[in-house]
């Protein structure tokens, strides 16, 4: 129902007429009404509504009581106008996810291979039984074995559909879990609205048209709405229009609001005129194809009558069709900005397939080659036509058995480990209060160097109380008894803080019994209405004597003021200024004070100096936060748009001094952070001793230490050159050692925050997290690697550009989130150690055998069985280790740190040398050892033998007892250490060890197993628990001693850009085989250069003629580098080596080289005639180390 009327004109809506009617207005007129802006709104209303009070009366609202709240009513007005909800695009289907999970290209060469096993397996050639044909059909000792060669690519199948399966349902339980969140942080969202006259809070989908919304500073507009009264409301339209500038909203000028958009200063209430899916926000969704198929349908049929539809119709031709090619393929480019785990896992996951590829096709070219020379060469049979089906076969074998190499090298278990570590986090961190909106932000933060926090409501607990004040030349260090204060005084009081604070906020009573009043709206009045109540008056009265609609004018509250000014116009025409802020703000406009016997005295410079030292220092040394009150009376009316004319000649009535307690667990989490490596930095808005003593009692400084406390003024001064430009140089002297920044504006913390980020000074790049609540804090937010926003005194536009949503406010949450991002990158790192030494033994396994006994010692399903155990159930079982407190006690691991260090490359290839050891001997010796018949050399279709499947059985053993040792990555010697704290890890190891049983047993043919008496399984057994034994012998070699280890996953370091013009990926290779392999690199660099700048050339050409006509072709010539076959350097961090196509031109002309290349073009002219685009720094750095011998030599191939 939600669309029907969209775009019908009244005379279009039949369907609707029954209801429609009942409202004297539509929704396809609200929809055009706001469509609108400005000084066109303001005249339809005039000339069709005639004012918005009128608009009230056709959709049945009152302007000050609200809507019923009656559900009839309700549901009615959902029917007609439409639910506040847009649906979220479909999620995508289980056979979806199927299909996706089927297009790894492992996957396809496998089943590729298993379909034409399966076919040769069902082909029987005549002439089969030739004797001619080599021992290929003997060893079959009867009709049903030689029948029984389909069951081998049918198991491949099945095991291909296994990790499909598998694959496909963690995506889907990914998606699921995902959009669980989302919903749960949209039913989070409430939003204030006024029902039978009483001010509520609703989720934002239960709000309807008709609704009269209070909407305030920091709020996200859910719904449009036109403005029925407004006090200095700006907003921020840039979502919807892209104009940065704040639009001042007023009924005269522009009254339309509309969703999406944020409110940036001021406060109001506007009467809801479009929810959902009419909505800007939801028209635009609706054009961006979120909203369903009905939609579209609804469109077509539409588009006759409506104009709208007709606008949309440009997307669906060619034109559009081309744009949206555009579109995809930019969309393609790699983003530079990866989460630093990302980075570090693509390079790793490329440098292992690459050589994963390479010793595959080495092994299949070594058993043909073999195969050929054997068969043909050395036993010197003729090549038969009837027994070509069993040498394919034989072919097809090997094949297989390269496959196998290759599925067991590459690491398809490296996302899923990423993927259930992050999912399983993100679970259990809602449980710690962490609302984790997107998935990376949780692995950043194990690598947090540094938090910038906010003061107010994190470290503090946000429930603010006046607890002194200085009323009449006298310093009450208690709250005064009220008959102590003059009447006249205490009435000016009253009538301040009733008058000028937000009428949405108020004081309630507390939900239980004996607790405490809650506190509704801004803290900091909360605080002073508490005053008032304590002075034993009621604000409440005041305020139904004049009411929001009497206040003739407000300046609200911003960070650029810091101060609240509400007028009211008295009965003889003479104005009222009541305002309120930062004692040292307000105290400066001062002129006047009122004083013990309630006169107005004069106040000059020396008396505020002297009040400054006796009264507002001593309270903020305590870490009160001091607010003056003041006000003042005009006879005649001024110019309300002058400012600075209006706040001057003040009257101060009180200052009083706002207690907000620390909570209790932060100096504790912090002394937990400063031992983790991490600095806790305090920037706030408060003055410096409000922030010093509250830093001091937080631990975020001690007494005698030498760390900046500085007030933001004093902190631009130091940062910024004589023209006022931000200077990293002058920024890297201060924050090394800046702790708090004090009377700070939002731009200082994005200031601030950027710095630190953007700082190479130090060993090591920071990362930084941080906290805020404000809409000003959202500059911050975004800007910094982790962002959180705090879930309860947060405004939407912070919860908006956060990462990370505290759900209680806390700054303990923050540490929890430490802990688990550490958590996931451990977890990784333990899952890669476990499946590298697997990949390493398997392939190595693999390949030797093959070459040597011309048959995998691994079958192709045993390998799958084992990639099964290795890449999912590993991964789920050391992803979902639980954190411990110990994680907090090592510094962080920064942007650079490699994924596997070297205590786990010395891990991996001592346990490496263990399995090979125990596997050859088997292989080779084992039939002597266990009396039994050797394995090797057995014909094609031979029954399997139990020689093999001892190989197998022991292969898996010592996985599974290594994959306990995988538990401890830093060289820990106890590796059970709170292993019954995982039920998890144990469920999937007894599982793994029961399921082996099964398929060695019962396994049989399809899993090329035959059945182990009690004996051998012990034994098997036994060198499994060996490797828990030599576990212990490899942690006693210090690392220190081993130098040839290198490490890998690396970072992108500072050198990395230099260097990486040479290196590709040489973090496995030592620096004399890079000697040597550097004259390949060039001879390989060098082709590639000439393919490449050919095909730039074509590039140009096709895009020179295309751009006669199209005016995008500038694009062009980026996006044929994204095409899959220009990826030549896809593992090496984006250097401009390649990438920068027009660059690289560019760059050989100016080495002097002669570009025959290029003349041949006639219509070459960008390149000829010299238009470079702009050089990215990278690029000039790529340019000027030109001059280095191997840099020309390079070009000059």
Known sequence: MTNNASGHHPGNSFAEGSHEGEFGCTVGDLRSLMELRSGEAVNKIHETYGDVQDICRRLKTSPVEGLSGSPADLDKRKLVFGQNFIPPKKAKTFLQLVWEALQDVTLIILEIAAIISLGLSFYHPPGGDNELCGESSGGAEDEGEAEAGWIEGAAILLSVICVVLVTAFNDWSKEKQFRGLQSRIEQEQKFTVIRKGQVIQIPVAEIVVGDIAQIKYGDLLPTDGILIQGNDLKIDESSLTGESDHVKKSLEKDPMLLSGTHV?????????????????????????????????????????????????????????????????????????????????????????????????????????????????????????????????????????????????????????????????????????????????????????????????????????????????????????????????????IVNGIAINSAYTTKILPPEKEGGLPRHVGNKTECALLGFVLDLKQDYQAVRNEIPEEKLYKVYTFNSARKSMSTVLKNADGSFRMYSKGASEIILRKCTKLINKSGDVVSFKARDRDEMVKKVIEPMACEGLRTICLAYRDFVKEPDWDNENEILSDLTCTTVVGIEDPVRPEVPDAITKCQRAGITVRMVTGDNINTARAIATKCGIINPGDDFLCLEGKEFNRLIRNEKGEVEQERLDKVWPSLRVLARSSPTDKHTLVKGIIDSTIGEMRQVVAVTGDGTNDGPALKKADVGFAMGIAGTDVAKEASDIILTDDNFTSIVKAVMWGRNVYDSISKFLQFQLTVNVVAVIVAFTGACITQDSPLKAVQMLWVNLIMDTFASLALATEP??????????????????????????????????????????????????????????????????????????????????????????????????????????????????????????????????????????????????????????????????????????????????????????????????????????????????????????????????????????????????????????????LIDETDVEINGLANCGVPTPLHSSNKNNNAVDSGITPPLSDADKLALSASGSPLHSLETSI
């Not at 994190?458 to 200085?470: E, G, I, P």
């Not at 407190?885 to 346990?911: A, D, F, Q």
């Not at 039920?983 to 049989?1004: A, K, M």
């Not at 899993?1007 to 004996?1015: A, I, M, N």
Request: aromatic letters at 8%; a neutral charge; hydrophobic letters at 40%.
């Open 883 to 1136: 954190p411990t407190e110990s994680l907090l006690l090592r510094k962080p691991y920064g942007r650079n740190k490699p994924l596997i260090s070297r205590t786990m490359m010395k891990n991996i290839l001592g346990h490496g040398v263990y399995q090979l050891t125990i596997i050859f001997t088997l292989l080779f010796a084992g039939e002597k050892f266990f009396d039994i018949d050797s394995g090797r050399n057995t014909p094609l279709h031979s029954p399997p033998t139990e020689h093999y499947t001892i190989v197998f059985n022991t292969f898996v053993m010592m996985q599974l007892f290594n994959e306990i040792n995988a538990r401890k990555i830093h060289g820990e010697r106890n590796v059970f250490e709170a292993i019954f704290r995982n039920p998890i890890f144990c469920s999937i190891v007894v599982g793994t060890f029961l399921i082996q049983i099964i398929i060695v047993e019962f396994g049989g043919k399809p899993f090329s197993c035959s059945g182990l008496s009690l004996d051998q399984w012990l034994w098997c057994t036994f060198i499994g628990v060996g490797e828990l034994l030599w576990g212990q012998v490899i942690s006693t070699i210090p690392t220190s001693r081993l130098k040839f280890l290198k490490e890998a996953g690396h970072g992108t370091t500072k050198d990395d850009i230099l260097e990486g013009e040479l290196m590709e990926d040489n973090d496995m290779i030592d620096h004399a085989e890079m000697e040597l392999r550097r004259g390949q690199i060039l001879w390989f660099r060098g082709l590639n250069r000439i393919q490449t700048q050919i095909k730039v050339v074509n590039a140009f050409r096709s895009s020179l003629y295309e751009g006669i006509e199209k005016p995008e072709s500038r694009s062009s010539i980026h996006n044929f580098m994204t095409h899959p076959e220009f990826g030549m350097e896809d593992d090496a961090p984006r250097i401009p």
């Open 264 to 492: 940036m200063e001021g406060s109001g209430r506007i009467v809801v005129t479009a929810v959902g899916l009419n909505s800007q926000t939801g028209i635009i969704f609706t054009l961006l194809g979120a909203g369903t198929d009905e939609e579209e349908k609804k469109n077509k049929k539409a588009k006759a009558q409506d104009g709208v539809a007709l606008e949309i119709q440009p997307l669906k031709s060619e034109e559009g069709g081309e744009l949206e090619e555009k579109e995809k393929k930019k969309s393609n480019i790699p983003k530079k900005e990866k989460s630093v785990l990302q980075g570090k896992l693509t390079k790793l996951a490329v440098q292992i397939g690459k050589a994963g590829l390479l010793m595959s096709a080495v092994t299949v070219i070594i058993l043909v080659l073999y195969f050929a020379i054997d068969t043909f060469g050395i036993q010197g049979r003729p090549w038969l036509a009837e027994c070509t089906p069993i040498y394919i076969q034989y072919f097809v074998k090997f094949f297989i058995i390269g496959v196998t190499v290759l599925v067991v090298a590459v690491p398809e278990g490296l996302p899923l480990a990423v993927t259930i570590s992050l999912a399983y986090s993100v679970k259990k961190m809602m449980k710690d209060n962490n609302l984790v909106r997107h998935l990376d932000a949780c692995e950043t933060m194990g690598n947090a160097t540094a938090i910038c926090s906010d003061k107010t409501g994190t470290l503090t607990m946000n429930r603010m109380t006046v607890v002194q004040s200085y009323i009449g030349e006298t310093h009450y260090r208690q709250i005064p008894a009220p008959d102590v204060i003059l009447p006249k005084v205490l009435e000016r």
